[in-house]
């Protein structure tokens, strides 16, 4: 992490969320919020990463581990948060790919696993908090998307969908409750150097040839603290009339 960017004051006295905290987007995110003076709720159902990313930390990361697609994990880390009396941000970052597998190729199994980490995780955590968000009037969510969310020939089908369905959860979210002070909005990144390709690798050669063409084009592969800067930003203040926001992350892997 580059430190020379951090503003340790940003969230100071916020208390945030963060899930998939255990590697990648997740972790990186976590440190900085953690950085920048927010009490963070690290969440994962990965333990030995977690454990790695408090003794990293030291103080103002509170590790809780589970599978965020079950009620009782939302629960305890939303309940583990209010400890410090509110929640102020989330951060739904955890997530898996789909081994490229097209719709011909799927089974339940997999269509089932992937809806459920990628899109169902974050709806149950964003619908756990907003009442409170609510109450006291304010609140920011960020969402990791994908530029998967934004085209369909770079992965496969279960991926594709639930990273659009993020991106609708978002627009949705953003929309209900702009009046009520919580904001909500997304960040699409391209190719980040995380262990996401453990379930990324082909299962399908078939598929993965017809992906290439646009996968070819993805350009360098970001750090993912250049995608939890981003998302740092996003849930400060500095970024009140940002709502909605659609915001790719990808060294203009979507422009071309």
């Given at each position: 992490m580059d430190n020379r960017h951090i503003d340790p004051t940003r969230h100071?006295?916020?208390?945030?969320?963060?899930?998939g905290a255990g590697s990648g987007i997740g972790r990186a995110t976590a440190l900085r919020l953690v950085l920048e003076g927010a009490t963070v709720i690290a969440c994962d159902v990965n333990e030995e990463g977690l454990r790695e990313v408090t003794a990293e930390a030291g103080q103002g990361l509170e590790p809780?581990?589970?599978?965020?697609?079950?009620?009782?994990?939302?629960?305890?880390a939303v309940a583990q948060a209010n400890k410090h009396g509110h929640v102020d941000i989330v951060a739904n970052i955890a997530g898996i790919m789909d081994s490229f597998v097209p719709v011909h190729e799927l089974d339940d199994a997999l269509w089932r696993r992937v809806l459920s980490v990628n899109l169902d995780a974050p709806m149950m955590l964003t619908r756990a908090v907003v009442p409170g968000m609510m109450e006291r009037g304010r609140g920011a969510i960020v969402n990791i998307a994908s530029v998967g969310g934004l085209k369909g020939g770079i992965s496969g089908v279960a991926y594709g969908v639930s990273k659009h369905g993020v991106i609708g959860l978002t627009r949705s979210t953003a929309w209900t409750y702009r009046n009520a002070?919580?904001?909500c909005n997304a960040v699409c990144p391209g190719g980040v150097e995380t262990n996401i390709g453990t379930t990324a690798a082909p299962r399908?050669?078939?598929?993965?040839e017809q992906y290439q063409p646009a996968l070819a084009t993805a350009g360098r592969m970001a750090e993912p603290d250049e995608?939890?800067?981003?998302?740092?930003?996003?849930?400060?203040?500095?970024?009140?009339n940002v709502n909605g926001a659609i915001i790719t992350a990808d060294n203009g892997w979507t422009a071309g």
């Open positions: 100071e006295g916020k208390v945030a969320i963060v899930t809780v581990a589970g599978d965020l697609t079950q009620q009782a994990a939302v629960d305890a002070g919580i904001r399908s050669p078939w598929a993965f995608i939890a800067a981003l998302v740092s930003w996003l849930a400060s203040d500095e970024a009140s």
